[in-house]
Each structure stands twice: as C-alpha cells, then as structure tokens.
C-alpha cells in the first residue's frame, strides 16, 4: 500500500493556536492516511497538530494497540519524510523522486533515481 500524511484546516483555541501552525500559514491537523494497492483507505489517524513530523505521527500509529498493522510479507510505500525500516519504502534520499523531475528528457541516469521513479 501507501502512506503519508496531509494537512487539513483546522479550527482550535486561540491559546494553542501555535502547535497547529506548521508549514501553512493557518492552522491545520496533520492526518496520517494509509491505503491499499486498490486504493481503499485501511488506516487513519487525526488529530495531531500541524506542526508535527510525520515519522513521528507514524511512530504513535504503531505503538496504539488498535493502531497501524503491516500485513505480513507486505509494505507501505512512503515519501522522503519517512525513515526506512521493516515494513515501509522510502525513496532513496538526495535522489530525484518527483515525477516533475523526470519530465520531457530528463531520463533517470542511475539505478537509485530509476528505482525512485518507478
């Protein structure tokens, strides 16, 4: 499957206001979303606060007794923002992996981009 998280709108006390605040300029929740290779949704969790990481968001999905399982024998599919450990794949890191990047002739010209675009 594949995971990552999103940031959706969040409306909170002025009081807090700050830990929400990460890369946007408002407010948000940082919601971590995984779903299968039929693109069906198996996993969520809200309610962090914008400015959390999302390798942290995961740890805490992994750790809840009703949270984030990996069918045996299989993987999540991830972006850079995430470490690579059992059970998830990363891209290689200071390797192109946009799909803009590689656009019109910009051909992969290692093994380590071909494996990030693909």
Known sequence: GALDGTHVRAKVP?????????RKHYPTQNVLAAVDFDL???????????????????VDALERDDGLRVPPGKFYLVDAGYACRPGFLPPYRATRYHLNEFE??????????LFNLR
């Open 14 to 22: 002025a009081k807090i206001v700050a830990a929400f605040r990460g």
């Open 40 to 58: 069906k949704f198996t996993y969520v969790l809200s309610g962090w606060e914008g400015s959390a990481h999302d390798a942290q968001i995961l």
């Open 104 to 113: 019109g002739r910009n051909y992969p010209t290692n093994a380590k981009e």
